[in-house]
């Protein structure tokens, strides 16, 4: 009897135990994790940290960005003699349909998605300087150029599919649907690719709080350190603009999901990353998030009256 059921013999038996075991465990229907020791690496709410912070500079870089985009378009407007006056929400320009000229249209449409462009390379170039740095303030940095470069790119694409903003540049160049459509591709594409090619630069914002970034808790810090602080930073800028709501300005912000979505594409399969054995202290940005709530509540009250020039 005994012989019929020893472990070295039967495989059953071996399987058997192996199931009593995980069942008594309470894991047989649960998978591994990949690293059962990285949740001690970091104290308890680290990731929440990551995800508050990075949500306060989204917001300061967001509105720094798009403030300089407000008064860029108001000031060219002005060298075309026409009046304006900078809200919050857009610029109002007290001009009469009729009276826009073609060269009016060009130039002032343009001058910001274009501005955006020359503000994001001086700020990529300044962040690839101090990459290795582990101040919190490069994230603003980063925020800025993710900001500008989804100004730029994503008033291309949506002002060509709803005719607004740099769409009425198109429009007066008498670009045709299908010359709108290859356009909207192109630039798709090309917000892609920014984000395939600047990948690393994302993932070495954790050295603000990391050591190293392993593949481990790689995934929960991409989600947290961006795409959460996206999506919910997104929601509150609608939120901040109330009673205005645009459908052009809310769908061009969310057209940096483009730019973010190759994080998850590429680090996949990239190798763990090492930066330092300097001690990191993880906390919350007190000030930061304290100029950053007064610096809006400041352009919220300032800009809902108006400035006119």
């Known amino acids: 009897m005994l012989n019929r059921f020893r472990p070295t013999d039967n495989r059953l038996y071996i399987a058997y135990r192996k199931i009593r075991f995980l069942a008594s465990k309470g894991t047989l229907f649960s998978l591994p994790r990949q690293d059962e020791n990285s949740?001690?690496?970091?104290?308890?709410?680290?990731?929440?940290?990551?995800?508050?912070?990075?949500?306060?500079?989204?917001?300061?870089?967001?509105?720094?960005?798009y403030?300089?985009?407000?008064?860029?378009?108001?000031?060219?407007?002005?060298?075309?003699?026409?009046?304006?006056i900078v809200?919050?929400?857009?610029?109002?320009?007290?001009?009469?349909?009729?009276?826009?000229?073609?060269d009016m249209v060009t130039g002032v449409f343009s001058a910001g998605p274009l501005s955006m462009f020359v503000l994001a390379v001086f700020l990529f170039i300044l962040y690839a300087t101090v990459a290795a740095?582990?101040?919190?303030?490069?994230?603003?940095?980063?925020?800025?150029?993710?900001?500008?470069?989804?100004?730029?790119?994503?008033?291309?694409?949506v002002g060509a599919l709803m005719g607004k903003g740099f769409g009425f540049v198109i429009l007066y160049m008498f670009v045709m649907d299908t010359g709108k459509v290859v356009l909207s591709i192109l630039v798709f594409?090309?917000?892609?690719?920014?984000?395939?090619?600047?990948?690393?630069?994302?993932?070495?914002?954790?050295?603000?709080?990391?050591?190293?970034?392993?593949?481990?808790?790689?995934?929960?810090?991409?989600?947290?350190?961006?795409?959460?602080?996206?999506?919910?930073?997104?929601l509150a800028i609608l939120l901040l603009k109330i009673p205005s709501f645009s459908y052009f300005d809310a769908t061009l912000n969310l057209t940096g999901i483009l730019i973010?979505?190759?994080?998850?594409?590429?680090?996949?399969?990239?190798?763990?990353?090492?930066?330092?054995?300097e001690p990191r202290t993880i906390k919350i940005a007190g000030m930061l998030?304290?100029?950053?709530?007064?610096?809006?509540?400041?352009?919220?009250?300032?800009?809902?009256?108006?400035?006119r020039m």
Do not use: C
């Open 39 to 65: 949740k001690e690496l970091f104290p308890k709410g680290t990731f929440r940290v990551i995800s508050i912070n990075s949500f306060f500079l989204f917001l300061l870089a967001y509105f720094l960005v």
């Open 133 to 157: 740095e582990t101040g919190i303030l490069r994230l603003l940095v980063l925020w800025m150029i993710f900001h500008a470069m989804t100004r730029f790119f994503g008033e291309i694409l």
């Open 189 to 234: 594409v090309a917000m892609f690719a920014i984000g395939l090619l600047s990948f690393q630069l994302f993932l070495f914002s954790a050295n603000i709080y990391f050591n190293d970034l392993r593949r481990s808790y790689r995934f929960r810090f991409i989600m947290n350190q961006f795409f959460y602080p996206f999506f919910l930073g997104n």
């Open 87 to 102: 809200y919050f929400k857009d610029v109002d320009f007290l001009i009469r349909g009729i009276d826009w000229t073609t």
């Open 260 to 277: 973010l979505i190759p994080l998850l594409v590429r680090s996949v399969s990239f190798q763990d990353m090492y930066f330092d054995e």
């Open 289 to 307: 998030i304290m100029v950053s709530t007064l610096l809006i509540i400041f352009l919220r009250v300032v800009l809902g009256h108006g400035i």
């Open 67 to 84: 403030v300089i985009n407000l008064f860029i378009t108001a000031f060219t407007a002005v060298l075309f003699d026409i009046r304006v």
